[in-house]
């Protein structure tokens, strides 16, 4: 028993621990209610399709952190994958069109970072904005229609090579965001800025951090793996889709509060947001599996999240 | 002392975890006086404010109300058997006018059940004339959002003065953002207050306070009661000897201060920004603690500010050592060993939900990087521990809380990390401001030391004991510019006061 509630506790303590016991709960139920669910190709093909945009799950968390939200993401991704379908079909070589596209999404996070660090704009409206003009311009250049590529290797290698046969391009790439993320928060300095920042930005500008230079290259993490998430994804699929990502913006930022991060900024876990990003993908697919009516897909996620979240936010005693 | 007893607690105790919080406290407030509540930080005066208002539940004890035993579970039942806070940190609607914030949650409305406007309006002036003074000069129309701190108190006061039923009126540190003269001004309202036969509580830091206009001193320690006295019995000195236990000597040894061979360490060149200040010319020396004397809104904190590039300047040159430097960003300034324990602790010195050990190591990040440049957490904890004990943090380990630290344990976490960043030059804008006694006596302590290890300390205070108590040499600051320069020897407190405020 008091093990128990030691572990609860400490559980309140680290952040991400509790998605953790979430995403098992999940598991288990899933694998009672779909005979499909737990197999090795069906984890697989949730990870898969998890992982794209696990990209922008941990841009968003780097936002977070510092205290801004970024909604133009998933508009900036449809972007990413539209400009690089689009280029490649007029003939740039591929390469070249991969870097126009990610360098569209640096420009974008660069855009949103200056703005609210150096402006004090509101994040939520300044990149609400920016995902207004994104829609128009994908209208614009699209027409609203799939791109579609003919066949070509090079288009494809990013999103569907498979290293030493085995291991998917796009998880293996996931792998090595969320490894670098880790890693700058837990040793960097800039990981640090980050999190002082998102504790108390006023105090953080007094003890010396260069406050609007932290909050750009959050945001220019979240542009640039958004552009990739589109990237990818547009590989994968062997197409540019204007549509891709309507839900992106509000599944990262509940993947992150699911996974412990604080909407205050200043606390929160990586890996959370990375069991954070699973836990709705494995919803999402577990119900699909298990048969259940689309309809009740939002009801059934929502209802969770909220649980989750619940569960999360820290006990004020009187 | 013969007034009705109006408010009568008797043996509260209340606890939080792993702290005793109250012990068997009891204190009785009477009509027609003002009684003091004295003790150090987290002796728990608050707490028993906040007990008595219903905003914490006690595990033992009992309220009366005029003899009669009250359920006070929440603060509406406060308001309801006639007990009123007016707190320290006021919470206002900044965008709603002064009747409006008067009337929050308690809007007159018509039969209809909309808001009676007129009728609101009507009252919130009949409040203002019943309780004249500086309280006529408010516009009831006004909007909060421009108001002084003074008039918020007001508007917090008149909150309370709503009920007819009002017998006791508690004030938490009331005079801790308020001007000289705003401060006189609530001296008239509470002895108006006060004669109009209500028991008043008042909480403060400032004993001199205390014995200009309370009645009664009850002292608390630790969470358990001390004694209640006589304000017109006892002597200052009693009054700290209860809240410590001790004797204190609050400002220590005067320094033996050689003025001769001091370095210079900071000169301040033609410093102007319009409306704030102009003409600023200084210099501080290593191995002095340099004061700023002057009243609220003289331009103390805003110099300090412009030198640390925290607010802009419109002229103005800075040399450290002798040299011309440009500071544009407050990190140029961390960089070049200037530190500034800022005036609002909470707000621009701590990240208040993070841990001791990143508080401590914030601004000095390379200090706890190891030589691939990457951070260190062995070398982060050895850091913050290092301050910790130099200036005697007290708190369970390096991974506490900084927000759950009391506010003295704060000031000397904001302290440690510029001195463990370095800095030769550090910038203290009102270092005691809210902090207990006890606490006060350790930062003068602090600054003493830094002064004598040959650190060049800068101290904003409007404190004129502190001031004279510990500075080597005093600048009086008006209105924006520098009235008198002077080397602390021999001053009285007239000498000071004469240049501070308008002849």
Redesign the interface.
């Known amino acids: 028993m008091n093990t128990a509630k030691r572990l609860y506790l400490k559980s309140k303590d680290t952040p991400g621990i509790l998605t953790v016991f979430i995403l098992v709960a999940l598991v288990i139920i899933f694998s009672n209610t779909s005979k499909y669910f737990f197999t090795s190709d069906s984890l697989l093909a949730i990870l898969l399709s998890a992982s794209t945009v696990s990209y922008i799950a941990a841009g968003q968390f780097m936002v977070l952190l510092c205290g801004q939200f970024d909604m133009s993401v998933g508009n900036v991704a449809a972007m990413g994958g539209v400009l690089y379908a689009l280029l490649v079909v007029k003939g740039l070589p591929v390469l070249l069109a991969m870097a126009i596209a990610l360098g569209f999404g640096l420009l974008s996070g660069f855009i949103a970072g200056v703005c609210v660090s150096r402006f004090n704009t509101n994040a939520f409206i300044t990149t609400f904005a920016q995902l207004q003009i994104y829609r128009g311009i994908l209208f614009v250049l699209t027409g609203g229609s799939t791109i579609s590529i003919d066949p070509n290797p090079a288009f494809r290698f990013i999103g569907t090579y498979k290293l030493f046969g085995v291991l998917q391009m796009p998880v293996v790439i996931m792998a090595a965001i969320f490894l670098s993320f880790w890693f700058i928060l837990r040793f960097t300095k800039l990981g640090r800025s980050i999190y002082c920042v998102g504790n108390n930005a006023e105090a953080a500008k007094i003890s010396g951090i260069n406050v609007p230079r932290t909050i750009t290259f959050c945001f220019l993490m979240t542009g640039f793996f958004a552009a990739l998430s589109g990237v990818v994804f547009a590989s994968r699929v062997n197409s540019g889709q204007p549509n891709l990502g309507a839900t992106y913006a509000l599944d990262t930022i509940a993947a992150s509060v699911i996974g412990g991060t604080s909407m205050a900024g200043g606390k929160g876990n990586i890996w959370g947001a990375f069991i954070g990003i699973l836990v709705v993908y494995v919803i999402q697919n577990g119900l699909i599996m298990s048969g259940v009516d689309s309809y009740y897909h939002y009801i059934i996620t929502g209802l969770i999240m909220f649980f989750a979240v619940l569960a999360q936010t820290e006990k004020t005693k009187k | 002392m013969d007034g009705e007893v109006v408010l009568k607690a008797e043996h509260i105790s209340k606890s939080?975890?792993g702290v005793k919080a109250l012990d068997d406290v009891s204190i009785e407030i009477r009509a027609g006086e003002v009684h003091a509540l004295c003790g150090e930080n987290g002796a728990g005066k608050s707490t028993l404010l906040k007990v008595i208002t219903g905003?914490?539940?006690m595990d033992a004890g009992e309220v009366s109300v005029c003899g009669c035993r009250a359920e006070i579970r929440n603060i509406n039942d406060a308001r309801g058997c006639g007990i009123h806070v007016v707190p320290q940190e006021m919470a206002m609607a900044k965008h709603l006018s002064v009747a409006e914030n008067i009337f929050l949650g308690r809007y007159p409305m018509t039969r209809t059940g909309i808001v009676d406007w007129k009728k609101m309006y009507a009252e919130a002036k009949k409040l203002q004339e019943k309780l004249g003074g500086s309280a006529a000069s408010l516009n009831v129309r006004d909007k909060v959002e421009n108001l002084s701190m003074g008039h918020k108190q007001l508007i917090e006061i008149m909150r309370a003065m709503i009920d007819d039923n009002l017998k006791v009126i508690a004030f938490d540190e009331p005079t801790s953002s308020l001007s000289a003269e705003e401060t006189e001004r609530l001296f008239d309202l509470i002895n108006d207050l006060k004669s109009r036969n209500l028991g008043v509580i008042y909480v403060s830091h400032r004993l001199s306070e205390i014995f200009r206009i309370c009645d009664r001193v009850t002292v608390l320690k630790d969470g358990k009661f001390v004694d209640t006295r006589l304000v017109k019995e006892i002597t200052n000195d009693d009054i700290v000897k209860m809240m410590v236990g001790r004797d204190l000597d609050l400002f220590g040894n005067k320094r033996v201060r050689s003025d001769q061979a001091l370095e210079p360490a900071i000169r301040i060149e033609n410093f102007c920004r319009a409306g704030r200040y102009k003409n600023i010319n200084f210099e501080a020396k290593f191995g002095e603690i340099l004061g700023f004397y002057g009243l609220v809104g003289a331009g103390r904190t805003e110099i300090m500010r412009g030198i640390?590039a925290?607010d802009a300047r419109d002229t103005g040159n800075v040399y450290i050592k002798g040299k011309k430097v440009d500071i544009r960003?407050?990190?140029k300034?961390?960089?070049l060993g200037i530190g500034?324990v800022?005036e609002d602790r909470r707000?621009?010195?701590?990240?208040?939900?993070?841990t001791l050990k990143?508080n401590i190591?914030?601004?000095n990040?390379?200090a706890i990087?190891n030589r691939q440049?990457?951070?260190s957490a062995r070398r982060e904890t050895q850091y913050a521990k290092e301050g910790m004990n130099r200036f005697n943090i007290k708190a369970q380990s390096e991974k506490t809380i900084a927000g759950t630290l009391s506010g003295g344990n704060q000031q000397k976490a904001i302290i440690a990390?510029w001195v463990q960043a370095n800095c030769d030059i550090i910038i203290f804008d009102e270092p005691t401001r809210g902090i207990d006694v006890g606490a006060k006596a350790e930062v003068y302590a602090v600054m003493k030391e830094l002064a004598d290890a040959g650190k060049c300390v800068i101290m904003v205070s409007s404190e004129l004991p502190e001031t004279l108590g510990i500075c080597d040499r005093i600048i009086v600051m008006r209105e924006g510019e520098i009235m008198a320069d002077m080397v602390n020897d021999h001053l009285s407190e007239e000498d000071i006061v004469r240049y501070a405020v308008a002849n």
């Open positions: 939080f975890p905003i914490y539940s640390f925290v960003t407050p990190d300034a961390t960089k500034f800022t707000g621009e010195g701590l990240m208040l939900r993070a990143m190591s914030m601004p990040l390379n990087t440049g990457l951070i990390k």
